[in-house]
């Protein structure tokens, strides 16, 4: 077992939210937050990380004959890669929205959303 692939998603996940800490525009803050659940890629991945594992096919081996790689982390992936997508879109049509509205995506700017 590697410690690598942990260490680089927690470096992924840092970069995205000193990123975020530092964001002086909407659309950046978007991006930093799509840096950082980016991490989870990498973190479900090592998870279901086998050494010398296969594909997650049965009909051509003999059960306990090889390792194979967890499937439902794969899946659990392929599902974190959907929601991402659909919440930056969703996250960048509210700041279209905020740009037309306001006329900035600076969110220092944006005095009316102050409470």
């Known amino acids: 077992m590697s410690l690598f692939p942990y260490l680089v998603s927690a470096w992924i996940f840092l970069v995205g ?3 975020l800490a530092t964001s002086r525009n909407l ?7 799509a840096v950082c659940q980016s ?5 479900l991945l090592a998870v279901g990380y086998r050494d010398g594992g296969t594909a997650p096919v049965f009909s051509d081996l003999r059960p306990g004959s090889r390792p194979v790689v967890d499937p439902v982390v ?4 392929l599902t974190d890669v959907v ?3 659909t919440i930056t879109a969703l996250l960048l049509a509210l700041v279209i929205q ?3 509205r306001h006329g900035t995506v600076n969110p220092d700017e944006l ?3 102050r409470g």
């Open 17 to 19: 939210c000193y990123g």
């Open 39 to 43: 991490s989870t890629y990498v973190l």
């Open 74 to 77: 794969q899946a659990l992936t």
């Open 27 to 33: 659309i950046h803050a978007v991006g930093c937050l």
């Open 98 to 100: 905020v740009n037309k």
């Open 83 to 85: 929601v991402g997508a």
């Open 111 to 113: 005095s009316e959303l």
